[in-house]
């Protein structure tokens, strides 16, 4: 018999008693855990029910009255196409929830929601909890204590998240002084073991816990964590640390083996850490962790987890074209348990092993290695939820296995992402308490080996456009991502690319017509405005006689670029495209330096750059090839485009590369021909994006590079009688003028010109009274301080219901003092410079004016690093009437002005009340509201429950209305034949009364 | 056994008696005969080779010189898509063509078209028809003379028509003469039959044979007509009348019958007509003939045929969503040809039969039932076509019937509508020769009962969208059908309808303001531009203040009209569609009297409006319910749209209820308000309009009325800031004043106004060398002088390439001549007056300027009903210079100037030489042009082969560029995109890191 037939056929054995114990343990239907089993089978029948359900549960706690209850329940369950049970639907369904009381629906709720709450958090305070352990501790089994709360938003509150530690730490010491002695759960090998046990989660001791300045996240974190450590260990408590999503886990692993080797530590063995079987990565994560254990030279704990966040790292992926790091089926995961929980009992020497699952199988295989490897059950221990799965866990502790019980502690509130995650597993098909308890599935089939009997399962989720329009042939796009700078490799490229940029400070970059290089009289210094003394480059500025040369080549290249195919136009798009993410780093670090973009903002608009140059190749091949056709016998009609000619585009400094790059692929891509009139701040970027396009084969005349002052040539531009479009993106006030000078037909024009103009936003986020304030902040911090409010998507106005008002300013209080204010080329950045001394200039005048207008809430401190640059803090400015200035003018700079809202008609009222009509915000839990906003809310992209910048080409076309522009959709499918005449043409295929074969026979 | 088995198996017997007698003589390969079956077995092959084959035989004629046909030749047969056969391939085989002497290929290409036609036309002139008719007589076979050509352009070219059979009664009767008797085809029962007989095709004598006058149509083919049926008489001749289209019938039924009631013709029996079995109505129409022949009380023949006009007749059916007139299986033809048969010798007291067919079931039965009734063989004939089923001619003269042939005679050129259609019938596969001798089906099979067997046959073509871009809810909209004018019933209602609003003239018209009705000091009396002094009614002429009242009621109802459901809306638009429909006669009445537009002109205009409502109805249902979704696991994205608020609608008189209910039905299907401004000469048209509007439901203030004068409450509308957005049609010279002042944001204007205007044209049509130029003439008078040129579709410019300029020129000099001008209320004007005195002026200071710049060709001339009324002449102007002014500005009336090209390249060059580029149109039968064209021809709606006005909604999206508009397309899917603002709204569906269900589970 070979091993693994003999190794299966233990894991039978044991499994079979396993279960056989756990039967035995059962709860009947005099106890809630029956209940609660039968309601998860009601939730298990219906993914619509079971949707609604948790989305009710993740925003119960944030429910203030019953009213609000009673009209939630209402909006999440009163729904028709529910497939409620009769007895449900008649207390729930239609209508019927007005009639109840609501005192007694929103009692019912409560009663329900705490109850569940109940199962899966041992307490709320110190006393409640320490009575739940010590019931554990009574039915033989050990405890992790686990402090709910994770991905915090502001120092303030990752002080707060330590202290409950600190002060768990005294409670728990004190107590267990207390307790008898368990040999199973507080002995081994070694002699006794720590009776207190805590579980940390790394995300909840800093608010910017981000591997992209790993130094920095780690110097955070441990300014609070080694004084818990220190605290720990003088009160002979052990100290696990948690792994989180995949982003964070290289962080956590790199923080975990500097910590632990630092003298204070090195030599305690008290310490632990998770590694999780469902990524791809789990072995070497394990095997990386025995190498540094070795060489660390004290025993330390290694958990081994499956891992809780499959759904949202699945997303993730799905969602940038990405091979999810977790794997994608079930039985993957749990064969790769099975191999790790082999390799560490082959390292039983160096760690103490610990094996967290519900599942029968994998815990079987757990005792029959151990078995198989002579390592005695008090080496290692078995760990659980508290609340799931209570029959196996006194089967195990029948079987005499060290059980330790994972134990959630704190509010509801913080702990939500915990309870769902825990809800989650219980109903899922994939979850084995619901296979191996709710189903009885037969016993044999569970105890099977994962490799051999690949249990079915649910594959990954397509990226899956769910269209009632499909428009085929776009199918194929996917948008290129951006760089994880979670990987030291792409740090070390962007920190190489940044002084490779500096290297060539003081190129000069000459006017570029007619593929010649045109030197000027005038030079423009391109300066960092972090650093404003470091000139990247000299830039020439062209005279209004240049620009009538430039548009002379782009009307003399149009008659042979309009001849190009489509199909190779298209290719040289994609040559360009290719071109630019070969060099990504040194356009972002050229971006960095030269408009103060911080990291991930400057390769976020890179990759943005990279979509639109791929996006419109796709479009125009598309548009060419699958015309629109209305062909009848007899007759043919056929929607063809035809590019219009010579095209101005005249960029802003905001997206540098992404903006300028869209709007000159997009006239490209259609056959036009460009004039191309960059942002000054920005125009060494635009020079390498017009040598990139040299490179790749643009012939000449087609791209002409025209600098300058936008005062002088952007107005010889717009009114040139021989520019047939303007792609213009820039503020409203230059924006209006070029619609105006724009409109007027000039002598021997022959055209209305087409004017592509998008201009600026004073975008609202609102944050209702049931919100997820934690996400809400966050968001409205990226939307708000990234890029130091220079986005035209930025938000600036923070509308919040009454409700919520006071508790969300002081949590966006505290997150604004935590926004890491820093030169663009720091990594760790958020909030960099504004662009220039002007912007500087302005930017004040606007917070001085925020002061008469208001009050300021906040005012971040500028760090040392940001002397000399054009910085300016974050601001908050509170008790601001919708009417006023500062409430109304686009300020392009990091100042927020918060707005109170009495209701939710108040707050739409509010946020349409703007000239403007870019971006919008809604973070709400109400479907209600969600739908109202999806109706009502008058912005051109409308974000709900998460931030406002950063929408993705193809997924989110951009732009606005009012007076953000004239409407055009970037990015978006229709966005081409806005560059583009439409003609209709109609052949009558009829002759001497002979309709063609083809139509003929075509017929059905 | 009963009768029907009876008879069959007669039938039968005669069948296989015709069979064998006809495969004795059939073609060996040694005659030219078993060739011409080799080829068209290869045509039958291929459907794209056949269709190729047909048009280039189609326009083989006009092609003048070898180099131009081998040019042809390469470009319909080098294509790789054919499947030609190999040894052909490597003739005409991929890039071959070139190689080979152009002289040699035209030479081979000439002499099999002269082949081809030689087997179907008997000859060219009289001496040669004679030989060949000789040759007839010898075989012992009768014959029928037929003039090649139909559908005549002009009365100078249908004195021609006629001409060439006076020669022929002349020339034949005189040959006749000298005939040895055949007593088989020269005798009945009554004695000597004539042996000259002529078959006349009425299209033939008359460029505007149109049952929509009757009287005209009959006076003017009668002029022609009598003085022929004189002289026939005189020599003895038979005269038949042929049947051809369905549009066609009933005038020609009751021209016939009418005239041969008359006293010189009610005694004379050597006349007949043909009726048609593939009509639905056949058997109807042989009654009618049957009892007008018992009243008249003289003997005559009908000719009993199938049909030739199939494909046209289904294509234009399918085209209208209409039952075709024709039966849509061959099987049901066959049982209708049967069953008339039957009826025809039941009366062969009054009528000699005649039965055209090369099916031999059809005349086995002919013979069986004759067998039956008791009818002698000498008593009717058998008819079949000359060059066709020669076999079967033999076997039927064998059996000892009278067989006649139909002889067609004259040039290739008129007649290769006549050889297309003998083509199409060889190669079939419905048609019995192919079946019956070609493909030798079972004899049985083919005698069989065709209400029995039911032989498999194509059913009707589909009206089949062939498109890649799916939108499947559109595939519903059906367009509207025009009135059928050939219908006494609807002449008489339009009649009826003119009346009625002549009855109402002298009311007045108030303004609508919110619903209610306000009355001005001014008035605007609306006159009858036909007869001015005829005032259609008086309206109420707006000042600005009532303007803004309007636009301050549109303001006020915006916010309930937005908030209509969609569904909704569009039901509301639907019934006004109904109600307009419901009223059309009065509606086109209104119009044919206020501005003038002819009946026809006038009910399309209807139709299209109808289909505007119809449409935009449809669209905002499918915009709203089908929005372009992009949802990835986490993350739903979707595009949605919001009505703009308050739109001008300003209109031109020109399309006065097309365009104004265009616009202003897109207006509102997105949930827009209206102001209305119609056209000044149109406004009781517009306002009857508004009064179905109310009548149907269009809440208050929705849409309001204001007409009145341009210059200042147009400007009003336009520069109002509290207009959201402007859709004007009108004259380039104010459409860009109205661009310059919409483009200007004033003060408190919270939004860019969106513009969407539609102006003039300047619309050239190109006239290729290898044309097919009776159908560019009548396409060039229809685009040119239909609604004297008013239409911002007229063509206005014809470009002739120097080889067809001559020949052209003619033709349309005589076209032109011949054009129908009067009173618009005259059914068969064309040509109506303009629309006021000022555009009388402005057209004939034009034809000055013309006389200047060019030579006036032909200048039509008035008839007297045109005294008085603002009518201008039609006028041809040639010898003009592509830059002439008079070939530059739009002129809006009845003149057109005629540029000649000396190369295609040139005609392209000179159509693209303008400010303009609205519609356009090219004549040609190469395919290398038309695909030139189709990528180079930069007008917005380009027409091939057919005339350049008449667009139909959803079909051809209608609006150009240039200085023609803003590249809006009307009555395309895109249209209310216009109207509104686009909105991405994306939500972030991911909670707590949890994935809705419903997106887990629609996983693939």
């Given at each position: 018999m070979a091993h693994s037939e003999r190794f299966n056929l233990r894991v039978r054995e044991i499994g079979r008693e396993v279960f056989e114990l756990a039967d035995a343990a059962q709860p009947s239907i005099f106890q809630a855990a029956w209940w609660f089993e039968q309601a998860t089978r009601m939730l298990d029948r219906d993914d619509r029910l079971r949707t609604r359900a948790f989305q009710f549960v993740d925003c119960l706690p944030s429910l203030r009255d019953n009213a609000v209850l009673t009209r939630h329940l209402a909006e999440y369950l009163?729904?028709?196409?529910l497939d409620l049970p009769k007895i449900f639907r008649t207390a729930v369904g239609p209508g019927r929830l007005l009639t109840m009381r609501e005192e007694l629906i929103g009692r019912a709720a409560r009663f329900g929601a705490t109850q569940m709450a109940g199962r899966f958090i041992t307490g709320y305070d110190a006393p409640s909890a320490i009575k739940t352990i010590e019931r554990l501790r009574a039915k033989g089994m050990a405890f992790t204590m686990d402090v709910l709360g994770e991905s915090t938003t502001s120092y303030s509150r990752a002080d707060r998240y330590a202290e409950v530690y600190h002060h768990l730490i005294d409670e728990l010491a004190a107590r267990a002084a207390s307790w008898e002695r368990i040999p199973l759960i507080d002995e081994d090998s070694n002699g006794p073991m720590p009776r207190v046990n805590l579980s940390i989660k790394l995300t909840g001791l800093d608010p910017h816990f981000d591997a992209i300045d790993t130094d920095r996240a780690i110097r955070e974190v441990s300014s609070r964590l080694q004084p818990l450590l220190h605290r720990a260990r003088r009160a002979g408590a052990f100290v696990n640390i948690d792994m989180e999503s995949y982003k964070h886990r290289d962080l956590t692993l790199e923080l975990f083996k500097r910590l632990f080797l630092e003298d204070d530590f090195r030599d305690w063995c008290e310490i632990g850490i998770a590694v999780q079987a469902y990524l791809k990565d789990g072995e070497r994560d394990l095997i990386g962790l025995l190498e540094w254990g070795k060489q660390r030279g004290t025993r330390f704990t290694i958990r081994l987890v499956k891992g809780a966040y499959w759904d949202a790292e699945t997303a993730a992926a799905v969602r940038n074209y990405k091979d999810p790091p977790v794997w994608t089926r079930k039985y993957q995961s749990d064969a790769c348990y099975e191999r790790m929980t082999r390799i560490m009992f082959q390292h039983a020497h160096l760690i103490r092993p610990a094996f967290a699952s519900h599942n029968v199988r994998s815990l079987a295989v757990v005792i029959a290695t151990a078995e198989e490897l002579g390592v005695s059950r008090n080496e290692y221990e078995v760990q659980t939820l508290f609340g799931m799965g209570d029959p196996l866990k006194t089967a195990m502790v029948r079987l005499g296995q060290c059980v330790r019980v994972y134990c959630p502690y704190g509010d509801l509130m913080p702990g939500m992402g915990y309870l769902i995650r825990r809800l989650l597993e219980n109903t899922s098909n994939e979850g084995f308490l619901k296979q191996g308890?709710?189903?009885?599935?037969s016993h044999d089939r569970l105890l099977a080996d994962p490799t051999i009997v690949k249990q079915p399962s649910s594959p990954l989720p397509a990226r899956r456009y769910r269209n009632t329009d499909p428009e085929e042939p776009m199918a194929t796009f996917k948008n290129a991502s951006n760089t994880n700078f979670a990987t030291g490799e792409n740090r070390r490229k962007m920190i190489g690319a940044i002084d490779y940029v500096r290297g060539e400070c003081g190129r000069t970059y000459p006017l570029i017509i007619n593929d010649q290089t045109v030197s000027t009289k005038a030079w423009h210094d391109s300066i960092n405005p972090s650093r404003p003394r470091e000139v990247i480059g000299q830039v020439a500025q062209a005279t209004t006689a240049d620009v009538s040369q430039a548009i002379k080549a782009a009307r003399r290249a149009f008659q042979q670029w309009r001849a190009v195919r489509a199909a190779d136009r298209a290719n040289l798009l994609r040559k360009a495209a290719d071109r630019i993410e070969m060099r990504r780093f040194e356009m972002a670090a050229t971006m960095i330096l030269e408009v103060g973009k911080p990291w991930r903002e400057a390769d976020a608009d890179v990759t943005e750059a990279v979509d639109h140059w791929r996006y419109y190749a796709d479009q125009i091949q598309r548009i060419e090839s699958h015309p629109r056709l209305r062909n009848i016998p007899g007759e043919d009609n056929m929607l063809a485009y035809s590019p219009k000619g010579v095209c101005a585009v005249i960029s802003p400094f905001a997206f540098p590369l992404a903006i300028l790059s869209g709007m000159t692929s997009a006239a490209l891509a259609a056959g036009n021909t460009v004039v191309m009139k960059p942002a000054r701040q920005a125009s060494v970027l635009a020079a390498k994006l017009v040598e990139i396009l040299g490179d790749v084969g643009i012939p000449p005349g087609v791209v002409n590079f025209v600098p300058g002052p936008g005062t002088t040539i952007g107005q010889h531009l717009v009114e040139n009688g021989d520019v047939n479009l303007v792609a213009f993106t820039g503020s409203h006030e230059v924006g209006t003028g070029v619609i105006r000078a724009g409109a007027i037909v000039r002598p021997g024009q022959g055209f209305i010109k087409k004017m592509i103009v998008e201009m600026g936003g004073k975008n609202p986020i609102i944050v209702d009274d049931d919100a997820d304030l934690d996400g809400a902040v966050q968001a409205v911090i990226e939307s708000a301080f990234a890029f130091a409010g220079q986005k035209c998507s930025s938000c600036s106005r923070l509308i919040v219901l009454d409700g919520v008002y006071d508790v969300l300013l002081d949590r966006l209080r505290q997150a604004t003092e935590s926004v890491p204010i820093g030169p663009a080329d720091a990594p760790a950045t958020m909030l960099g410079p504004v662009i220039d001394e002007r912007a500087q200039t302005r930017v004040r005048e606007c917070i001085d004016l925020a002061r008469t207008e208001g009050r300021i809430l906040v005012e971040g401190k500028l760090p040392p690093e940001a002397q000399g640059g054009y910085f300016v803090p974050p601001v908050v400015v509170v008790d601001v009437k919708p009417e006023a200035r500062i409430a109304q003018e686009e300020i392009f700079g990091p100042v927020l002005v918060v707005i109170r809202a009495s209701d939710f008609d108040q707050a739409i009222e509010i946020a349409n009340n703007s000239r403007y009509a870019l971006t919008g915000g809604l973070f709400s839990r109400s479907p209600a509201h969600i739908d109202r906003a999806r109706r009502e809310f008058a912005v051109g992209n409308l974000y709900i429950n998460r931030r406002i910048t950063g929408s993705q080409v193809d997924a989110q076309p951009f732009g606005g209305f009012k007076l953000s522009g004239t409407g055009v959709k970037a990015g978006s499918p229709d966005y081409l034949l806005h560059f583009m005449d439409a003609r209709c043409i109609t052949e009558n295929t009829l002759r001497s009364g002979f309709v063609p074969s083809e139509e003929r026979t075509e017929v059905s």
């Open positions: 009163d729904d028709k196409r308890f709710g189903d009885r599935t």
